[in-house]
């Protein structure tokens, strides 16, 4: 089955640590993003990318970064610079960036601090 | 800049009830608009994706409409079961980058 697949689903870091989270998708789509979702918060936009080797910045792209070296894959790296990282952390991807194609999400990791 | 905003933030209803959850963004220059389910601690599940040129769209139970100058949409839900409780989130997309997302409303279907 075609999908996204997101982990781990729980994750912890200890202070002044970098963690990174994984994302695979085997939907052949160009285009993934992350999201960060808080408590009764909808979801903001951190990074996407619209194909191998190049990404944008969202609205909350400050204390993380990304690389996207394979079309499959989008890990996110939550640095230290990132003072509050506890959140749920989505990946999604869609064929393109366009007009006419919905995004599929994966399950989700969950971040928090030790 | 784009708002979307979700009401009511809960509902409770008893099994059986038809119900309708309301969103409303503030910049009608959107592209699509797309309602999501997310079961607690799970990711997104789209339900329906209403272009811009679209004025509803429906899947089974689920009928969303959109009404693009007056910024508003709804997602109707007929027959509501216990297994529709879940949190509903409406989302736009604009020329640019990503989703923009309400905080979305939780729902709760008693049997």
């Known amino acids: 089955d075609g999908g996204i697949t997101q982990s781990p689903k729980y994750l912890f870091r200890k202070e002044g640590q970098n963690v990174t989270l994984s994302c695979e998708q085997n939907l052949n789509h160009d285009a993934m993003y992350w999201y960060r979702q808080d408590p009764g918060q909808g979801l903001r936009l951190i990074y996407y990318s619209q194909i191998v080797n190049d990404f944008q910045k969202g609205d909350i792209a400050e204390g993380y970064s990304v690389s996207r070296e394979k079309k499959e894959s989008f890990p996110l790296t939550v640095t230290s610079a990132q003072k509050n990282p506890t959140a749920f952390y989505l990946c999604?991807?869609?064929?393109?960036?366009?007009?006419?194609?919905?995004?599929?999400f994966g399950d989700g990791t969950r971040l928090s601090i030790l | 800049k784009q708002e979307v905003t979700q009401i009511p933030a809960a509902l409770s209803v008893p099994e059986g009830e038809n119900l309708v959850l309301n969103c409303s963004f503030t910049d009608s220059a959107i592209y699509n608009l797309q309602w999501f389910r997310q079961d607690p601690g799970k990711g997104l599940t789209s339900l329906l994706l209403?272009?811009?040129?679209?004025r509803e769209q429906t899947s089974g139970r689920l009928n969303a409409s959109l009404d693009k100058s007056s910024g508003r949409s709804t997602l109707y839900i007929a027959a509501s079961q216990p297994g529709d409780s879940a949190t509903y989130l409406c989302?736009?997309?604009?020329?640019?980058?990503?989703?923009?997302f309400g905080k979305g409303t939780t729902l709760s279907v008693s049997s």
């Open positions: 209403i272009q811009s040129s679209q």
């Open positions: 999604a991807s869609s064929i393109r960036v366009g007009t006419d194609q919905p995004q599929h």
């Open positions: 989302a736009v997309f604009q020329a640019g980058t990503a989703l923009i």
